[in-house]
């Protein structure tokens, strides 16, 4: 089975806070993906990468950064933690070529105050 | 523009009882439309996936068709269970896409009562 890993399943951080969040599979697969969710508002894309060291921005990249040194590990960065990037974090990844199904992690519910 | 519409937006239905949930899209050109399943507190978990040529594919109770003419799509839950409440999210992907992006419904909110 595809296992995606996300590093907490809960976090709580001050407005300012530097914020990691960590995504592990082990599938081998090429693409990785980080949304976030919010009500009424669905799944949103932040940033997504299809190799090591590769990164595309995705439709909403502002307030975020990401890092892909490995191939099983993407991680979401949120410089300086704002209130209104409290929301539910979740990783997904998938392989390379054509409209493959993304597995998705556990999520992570982080809460900035 | 890629976008994915569903409605209702939350349903309540007693338990046993069947329901149906839809799906409009004007992703092009289209590839594949999955149904994913979300608990509380959980990620999307594929329920099923219709490529243009698939009108209908089952997957235990649950029953998914596709008018790829109209873009339509629905998803059929027959005899529903407690466990079935959950959002269900309809998630579109376009041929023209090689990094697999997908584009995603708001979801459907369905609480089963006993």
């Known amino acids: 089975d595809v296992k995606v890993t996300q590093s907490s399943r809960y976090l709580v951080k001050r407005t300012g806070e530097k914020v990691f969040l960590e995504c592990v599979q082990d599938?081998?697969?090429?693409?990785m993906f980080w949304y976030r969710q919010d009500p009424g508002l669905g799944l949103r894309l932040i940033y997504f990468?299809?190799?090591?060291?590769?990164?595309e921005k995705g439709d909403i990249p502002e307030g975020y950064s990401v890092s892909r040194e490995k191939k099983e590990r993407f991680s979401l960065i949120l410089e300086s933690a704002s209130t209104n990037q409290t929301s539910m974090y979740l990783c997904?990844?998938?392989?390379?070529?054509?409209?493959?199904?993304?597995?998705f992690g556990p999520g992570t519910r982080l809460t900035v105050t | 523009k890629n976008q994915v519409e569903q409605s209702p937006q939350s349903l309540i239905i007693l338990e046993g009882k069947n329901c149906t949930l839809q799906?409009?899209?004007?992703?092009?050109?289209?590839?594949?439309l999955r149904w994913y399943k979300q608990d509380t507190g959980r990620g999307p978990v594929s329920l099923t996936i219709?490529?243009?040529?698939?009108n209908t594919k089952s997957n235990g109770r649950y029953t998914a068709t596709l008018d790829a003419d109209t873009k339509q799509s629905s998803l059929h839950i027959t005899a529903s269970q407690l466990s079935d409440s959950a959002s269900y999210i309809c998630?579109?992907?376009?041929?023209?896409?090689?990094?697999?992006?997908?584009?995603f419904g708001r979801g459907t909110q369905l609480t089963v009562w006993p």
């Open positions: 997904a990844s998938s392989f390379r070529q054509g409209a493959n199904e993304q597995y």
């Open positions: 599938m081998d697969h090429e693409n």
């Open positions: 990468s299809y190799d090591v060291k590769m990164k």
């Open positions: 799906c409009n899209y004007t992703v092009s050109p289209f590839s594949n």
């Open positions: 219709m490529t243009f040529s698939e």
């Open positions: 998630v579109v992907s376009d041929r023209g896409s090689t990094l697999g992006r997908l584009y």
